[in-house]
């Protein structure tokens, strides 16, 4: 279905090596190559994620869902958190700064055992094509605020990563509801206008 392959893209995108178009072997988390996070998140409903939570927090909650068998609110919570981490690249200028969130999914991800990441396939696939699930999940993001942490983690990333020492900074002309309207593009969902105002 086309709603698949946009799904697809979405998650090879962000380099989730589980899927078998994807050309590269998932690599263990390391603690010392993991973003930073602020707090910490259990596994939760799609719709108990608030905008305090940051793209690696939600992705660390989906890992535990897929590590306690709970496919399926792990494959939504792997959408969400792909417009959060389309939201935070736009919110920090300097490219540097991205480089965690590149191979976010596959270094916490590529840990899962073998079945379970073969379980968590199947659950995309499920949510690709369930229509009703996906409108429920693009009208959550349509209808929350757009998240509202410092992305403090990749400002630290960018500084560790850039040899001539660039300050990192967020992003002069940054729009907070034009990007989190691109956020919610970028993850697929329908054309909804967001019923968020400043």
């Not at 939600?58 to 939201?87: G, H, M, P």
């Amino acid at each position: 279905m086309v709603l698949q392959a946009k799904i697809y893209r979405i998650i090879c995108g962000v380099g989730l090596l589980l899927l078998t178009a994807c050309d590269a072997e998932p690599q263990a988390p390391e603690s010392e190559n993991r973003p930073e996070t602020s707090q910490s998140v259990t596994c939760i409903a799609s719709a108990s994620v608030k905008n305090t939570y940051s793209a690696v927090e939600i992705t660390l909650a989906a890992k535990q869902c897929a590590e306690d068998r709970r496919y399926s609110q792990a494959a939504e919570l792997l959408v969400i958190a792909s417009a959060y981490r389309f939201y935070d690249m736009q919110r920090v200028a300097d490219k540097p700064a991205h480089n965690p969130l590149d191979t976010l999914f596959s270094t916490e991800l590529g840990s899962l055992e073998k079945y379970k990441q073969t379980n968590l396939i199947l659950a995309i696939n499920a949510l690709d094509n369930d229509g009703h699930r996906m409108q429920q999940l693009c009208h959550f993001l349509a209808t929350s605020p757009p998240p509202i942490y410092i992305p403090r983690y990749l400002i630290n990333q960018g500084r560790k990563s850039s040899p001539e020492g660039i300050k990192m900074r967020l992003a002069n002309d940054f729009n907070s509801a034009d990007s989190w309207a691109q956020a919610i593009d970028s993850v697929y969902c329908n054309p909804e206008p967001s019923s968020y105002s400043q």
